[in-house]
């Protein structure tokens, strides 16, 4: 890649960025309040995203072979446990991330 496609594919990435983070603002005015479309997605997304993840991250699980699935389901109890314990889904991801990479690295090797 050239100087000029490097100083080009950095602008358009910014720009992209710049856009999605000052769209809102200048399509939603301070005046009236937000769409009730916006709201509910605001309030269904986030579980809809986790459960994307879920789906992903069992997508290639062999429940009938090697493991038979044993570490993706404690980390997934691990999450589950953590989040209703902290109520935070920052902790319960990253503990269930760990507790599996250990799993799988150290125990069902």
């Known amino acids: ?3 000029a496609e490097q100083v080009l594919t950095i602008a358009i990435a910014a720009a992209a960025t710049m856009l999605t ?12 309040g937000t769409p009730a479309l916006v709201t509910s997605l605001g309030k269904v ?7 994307l993840l879920v789906v ?10 090697g493991t038979y699935g044993v570490p993706e389901l ?30 799988v690295q150290m125990v069902f090797v």
Not at 45 to 51: G, I, R, T, V
Not at 74 to 102: C, E, F, H, P, Q
């Open 1 to 3: 890649m050239s100087i």
């Open 21 to 32: 983070r000052f769209l809102p603002f200048l399509v939603f005015d301070g005046k009236k």
């Open 56 to 65: 992903y991250s069992l997508k290639d699980v062999s429940f009938f072979s």
């Open 74 to 103: 404690i980390a997934i109890a691990a999450v589950v446990a953590t989040y209703l314990w902290k109520r935070s889904m920052l902790v319960s991801v990253a503990s269930g991330t760990i507790l599996y990479m250990l799993l």
């Open 45 to 51: 997304l986030p579980a809809a995203l986790f459960a």
